[in-house]
């Protein structure tokens, strides 16, 4: 296994389109969350699943934005109606429900959107 | 969600040891205290994390205050891929709460 992985890397749009992101987690991670980064800031917790349950959403994650995670493996984070300020990086990471890892988030590359 | 406090920035020499400060005044008893970092046109990746003891791995070392209010992560021989931004990050629950981090800047 190679890591977590994120498609597209890079997502141009125009305002008012939709958009959508898929993470891949690490294999028998059970927990997936999402992040959002926008330049010279640290990461802003969006969303996490334990396998396809949605247990926590940041107050940022406004009614545009809607994750899914069907059947506790891949996810996806949908953004409608895109703005300006929807343009950051968006960071998935998986972890482990036990083990030696279980402390760890493990973070993919991140997709890069920019609305024009 | 209380943030940490760090740096803005750092410098050091290669081969030297680097102690990256983070200060955590509000922490609460059952707050672990995560580090990350980030490369360039990367994820944040796991460094060490730690509750009360000092902790050790093959990254960095991790010194916590007797009181919990403060604590250092110690690069112990600094190399230039250790150039990144430092998160000190408190974890109560499962999201990880990210300040700015300290950005360390490595000199050949």
């Known amino acids: 296994d190679t890591g977590v992985s994120q498609n597209p890397r890079h997502k141009i749009t125009k305002r008012g389109q939709n958009v959508t992101f898929r993470c891949d987690p690490i294999s028998e991670h059970n927990r997936l969350y999402w992040y959002r980064q926008t330049l010279g800031q640290g990461p802003e917790f969006l969303t996490y699943f334990q396998n396809e349950a949605q247990l926590e959403k940041s107050r940022l994650l406004s009614d545009r934005f809607s994750a899914e995670r069907p059947k506790g493996s891949f996810s996806t984070l949908e953004i409608q109606r895109t703005e300006q300020g929807d343009s950051a990086m968006y960071l998935c990471?998986?972890?482990?429900?036990?083990?030696?890892?279980?402390?760890?988030?493990?973070f993919g590359p991140g997709t890069r959107l920019t609305v024009l | 969600d209380a943030k940490t406090t760090q740096p803005n920035s750092m410098e050091s020499n290669e081969e030297e040891p680097v102690h990256l400060p983070c200060n955590h005044s509000t922490i609460s008893g059952t707050d672990y205290i995560h580090w990350y970092r980030q490369l360039p046109s990367q994820g944040p990746e796991y460094v060490i994390h730690?509750?009360?003891s000092n902790v050790n791995n093959r990254m960095a070392s991790l010194a916590i205050a007797e009181d919990r209010k403060s604590s250092t992560l110690i690069l112990h021989r600094a190399t230039l891929r250790d150039a990144a931004v430092y998160y000190c990050i408190r974890k109560g629950a499962q999201k990880l709460v990210f300040g700015q981090g300290t950005r360390l800047t490595i000199n050949p």
């Open positions: 990471a998986s972890s482990p429900l036990s083990g030696s890892s279980y402390n760890e988030q493990f």
């Open positions: 730690g509750l009360t």
